[in-house]
């Protein structure tokens, strides 16, 4: 989500958020909302550029909540969003997390069955309203990990989230101040159905706490200066 806030004005699409948006104003005005340690020396925005911030947001973005106390599930996700299409133009949906929604099954329905027919919906939803789908998924409880990125397969559920998805992502933060540096996240892409659309490979970001933005970073040898790293053999 941080992502798309902070790059929103090279791609101004309505985007739709089955989450928490939190202050997106402050990667928009690249200033500080707080006037708090993160932000260092820089200049703390003005009253006027928040009601500014706000504006854009509310032109760009809308928001999902469920206000009662039951758990939407992935039905009424779509039923708001295709509305949401049709009233407002929106190009884009993101689903976080997706282990937040009600998944209730039926009582002979096995879990790979229930997500490879979610994953239907979901796929069917964005070719029939030509709306781009990201689904947010964490990996499951992993066991024996040592710090390094998980892969598609570690997704809590089913590998049917690798096999039904045109690309797969993995946002991996670096938490060991041995490894390497711990604002740093590593983008990899695992899966590209479409060639067209991009290739596999990595890229490092950095996050500038004070802005919110993620900023290119040249990480190794070999990668270009939008520090993308395609992977040995490609």
């Not at 340690?37 to 911030?53: D, K, N, P």
């Not at 133009?89 to 979610?118: C, F, K, W």
């Not at 979901?122 to 990201?134: E, I, N």
């Not at 604002?183 to 067209?196: G, P």
Request: charged share 20%.
């Amino acid at each position: 989500m941080k992502v798309l806030a902070g790059n929103s004005h090279f791609a101004p699409w309505r985007t739709m958020f089955s989450s928490m948006l939190g202050n997106f104003w402050r990667k928009h005005l690249k200033k500080p909302f707080f006037d708090a340690r993160y932000g260092e020396y820089a200049e703390r925005m003005s009253a006027e550029e928040l009601e500014v911030g706000k504006q854009w947001l509310s032109d760009t973005f809308y928001l999902i909540r469920c206000e009662d106390d039951a758990l939407p599930n992935i039905k009424w996700v779509l039923d708001l969003a295709r509305a949401a299409v049709l009233r407002h133009g929106v190009r884009g949906l993101v689903i976080d997390p997706y282990n937040e929604l009600d998944h209730q099954r039926l009582a002979n329905m096995t879990e790979t069955e229930y997500v490879s027919q979610m994953l239907t919906l979901v796929k069917r939803f964005a070719q029939h309203h030509a709306c781009h789908v990201w689904l947010v998924a964490h990996p499951r409880q992993l066991q024996n990990w040592s710090g390094q990125p998980p892969n598609l397969y570690d997704i809590s559920g089913s590998a049917h989230f690798v096999n039904k998805c045109d690309n797969g992502i993995v946002i991996h933060r670096n938490r060991n101040p041995k490894a390497g540096p711990i604002d740093q996240v590593q983008v990899l892409v695992r899966k590209v159905r479409n060639k067209v659309v991009g290739t596999i490979g990595d890229a490092f970001l950095s996050y500038n706490r004070v802005t919110g933005e993620f900023m290119n970073v040249d990480n190794s040898a070999g990668s270009d200066n939008q520090g993308f790293k395609p992977p040995h053999g490609s």
